[in-house]
Structure formats: C-alpha cells, structure tokens
C-alpha cells in the first residue's frame, strides 16, 4: 500500500479496501493499551467467548477471551450481529478482545479450568471475568478463514470467573440432559430460536450431547458441524415441500463481496462457488480470477467439500431460506471476492451475508435468455464464465429446461 494514499485518505476508503488496517488496528490498540502493557492480568467482560484449538489434538489449547469494555463485548461474539456493521468495527472489537488459552485434554471437562469456560460459554449474557496469565499476552492478530479474527493471546495461569451467569431455560434444559445426543441438542436449541453462534459455543466446550460422549471440540470443527447439522435437518423437511413454481434470482453487493443466488424449479440440489480476483484474500498476488465450487444433489454429499466451511454456511442460510417460503428448488449460489477484501474473517461472514441476500426481493427470470441477461448485469465474470463453471447452471443451458417454465 502506498503510504502515501494512506495520507491522504485517512480511512475513507480511497484505497478501496473493505475495511481500513489502519484505523482497526488502531483502535483496538487504544482500547487495550492502558489495561495491558506490561501486565500479566487482565480485567474485562467475556462476551462470553470461547476458542477451543485443534493443534495437538487430542490435547489442544483452549480458554476464555475478554473484552475492554462492555459495549464491545455485548457484540464480541455474536456473528448474527456482525453483517451490519462495518468490518473494520467488526475487526476492533474482535482484535481489542484477550484470549487467555491453556493445554487441555478434550475429554477432561471436569478440571476446574474447563468447568469454568462450561460456565461462560451456558451464559447469554456478559459476564466479568479476570485472565492471570503467566507472562503478558503477546499484541498480536490471529485470521483463519473458519474461526472469527482474534486479538492479543496468553498463556492462561488462571481464569477467574465473578458474579452469576444467566441462562436461556433451553439451554440449561439441554446442557443437563445426558442422554440427548448432540445432534439433537443442536436442533433442540436452534428450534428454540438459539443463535447458531452460541450453539457453536455449547458444542466447542463440550455442554451438549450425551454424557459419555461429550468433550471439547476445536472451534473450528464446531462451526462446521453445526452448519451442516441444522442445515440437513433443515433439508429433510424442505425435500418434502412442491417445487418453486417459477426461477428467481437475487444478489447482494456488500463488503467489496457480491453474492447472488438463484433459484430454479426442480427437485433440491445446490452448488456453492466462490471467485477470488486479485488481490483478494486468498489470490493477494495472482494475475487471475481463480474459481472453486462444490455441488450435491437431491441426496445431499457424503464427503466434505473441497471449498470448506463456507459451503455449509451458505447451504444453511438457503435452507432457511426455502422452509420459510415452503419450496423446495436447485439453488445456485454465487459469490464475487474483489481486490481489497484481503483479509479472512471466518465462514460467518458467508453465512451471515447469505442470510441477508435471502432477505432481498428476488427478480423473476422467465427464460435462459434472462438468465443470462441477469447475470452480465449483476456479476463482473458474466454469464459465460459462470454458466461454463456451473454444474446446475450448465445443465439448464444445456438442456433449455428454464423455457418450459414460460
């Protein structure tokens, strides 16, 4: 980046980047330089906020993480709130919050350390916590393409927990259920209108499913395992639904990201692909867009796909989607990664961005000719490309099916 730009934008955007380093990091460090520095203690609110690693598995770190203040914690960990705010907001709050983490045996939840992240992470509230570390957290960031950005990071001597932590009845209902297998809780909680993030949360630290089984799950897999659990369960219902009576499509542009979908009268399939240009995220110095996708039919996918997380995020929030609108339809679901967006932010993002596309008023496509009308229209790649990369899309072209829907 030329530092010169940099002079004169003064974060508003001119580099043309989805967010400013600058001024996030900026920020997060003027929230915690005076409560860190130097010292091996720190006092804040946990979201609550758990991360429970996979390195070493099936021994792995794991531990609380704080924030400065309660305003920031009250959105600290909490994903759903995260699409309407500014990334560069959403990196602030994420990177002022202190995680204090400790090697842990995943099946060992009955030590007194992970008895206490059980506590935060049952808590749908705040809660005052107190990290002793035994030497002070590095200033760092730590960015996956999974987990949500983290800030500052220690090893944990101790973790203090004060006052009461308060719980939704749900919750408690399930985490004291031993025999209810994980699975079950999953769809218990979110049935009862639980955040997909704090069902995350549960199943990382081991709060759920049936006694002998229960243990700690890396924050990574946990995110993934609920996508995909809510979203099949989602899915054996929509299955049972008519097909959509006419072909639709949406998109949203947000973030230096676009994202369309569209929607075609047949029985449930569902593609998900991602084009990453240039000086984007994961093509920083490529001189090409590069396109990666994964597809199933009405019989769903046995292996994981190669595109990752995100393939379940946005196949939960289309499921979502069709069960709201009681269709069932083979969706085909698009995003555009521009230059500028070049830091991972985890696959809630996706989800999340996905949701909010479901959520704009679809445009009625009559014919293949609209189709590919809609698609020059919205995306920068245009209908060639897309329809050329697309399994669903390739076929209808192919075959002309869409014509029969005039």
Excluded at 78 to 99: G, I, K
Excluded at 132 to 161: C, N, W, Y
Aim: proline residues 6%; contains cysteine; hydrophobic residues 40%.
């Amino acid at each position: 980046m030329d530092p010169r730009l940099c002079v004169l934008c003064r974060g508003r955007g001119l580099c043309g980047r989805a967010y400013c380093p600058i001024l996030a990091k900026a920020s997060a460090l003027a929230s915690l330089s005076p409560r860190l520095g130097s010292s091996t203690e720190f006092s804040g609110y946990s979201p609550p906020a758990i991360f429970v690693g996979r390195k070493g598995y099936p021994k792995v770190f794991a531990g609380p993480g704080a924030s400065p203040s309660l305003e920031k914690a009250l959105v600290g960990d909490h994903p759903e709130r995260w699409a309407s705010m500014d990334l560069s907001e959403v990196l602030s709050v994420r990177l002022s919050t202190v995680f204090g983490r400790r090697k842990v045996l995943v099946t060992n939840l009955s030590s007194s350390y992970v008895s206490k992240l059980i506590e935060l992470a049952l808590s749908t509230k705040p809660m005052d916590v107190e990290l002793l570390f035994e030497k002070p957290p590095r200033i760092r960031v730590s960015l996956s393409a999974f987990e949500p950005p983290m800030g500052p990071q220690g090893i944990a001597r101790d973790v203090r927990v004060y006052g009461s932590s308060s719980s939704w009845r749900a919750v408690e209902r399930v985490h004291s259920d031993w025999d209810l297998s994980a699975s079950k809780a999953i769809v218990e909680l979110y049935r009862c209108g639980a955040p997909v993030s704090l069902i995350q949360r549960l199943l990382s630290v081991g709060a759920i499913g049936r006694k002998q089984s229960r243990r700690l799950v890396p924050t990574r897999w946990a995110i993934t395992a609920v996508d995909d659990t809510l979203s099949r369960w989602i899915l054996e219902r929509v299955k049972r639904f008519p097909e959509l009576s006419e072909a639709q499509a949406m998109y949203l542009r947000t973030k230096g990201n676009l994202f369309v979908a569209i929607l075609l009268p047949s029985k449930w399939s569902f593609e998900w692909m991602e084009a990453w240009f240039p000086g984007s995220t994961w093509n920083p110095s490529g001189s090409t867009v590069v396109i990666e996708g994964d597809y199933e039919g009405f019989g769903g996918r046995k292996d994981y796909p190669s595109i990752g997380g995100c393939y379940f995020a946005s196949r939960l929030a289309i499921a979502e989607y069709l069960y709201r609108i009681g269709r069932q339809a083979a969706v085909v679901t698009l995003r555009e990664i521009y230059p500028g967006f070049d830091i991972p932010v985890g696959v809630w993002f996706v989800r999340e961005c996905v949701r909010k596309l479901t959520r704009v008023k679809p445009v009625r496509i009559g014919s293949v000719r609209e189709l590919k009308e809609f698609l020059d229209r919205v995306t920068v790649l245009g209908s060639r490309v897309w329809i050329s990369r697309s399994r669903i899309l390739g076929r209808l072209v192919r075959s002309r099916r869409l014509d029969e829907y005039l």
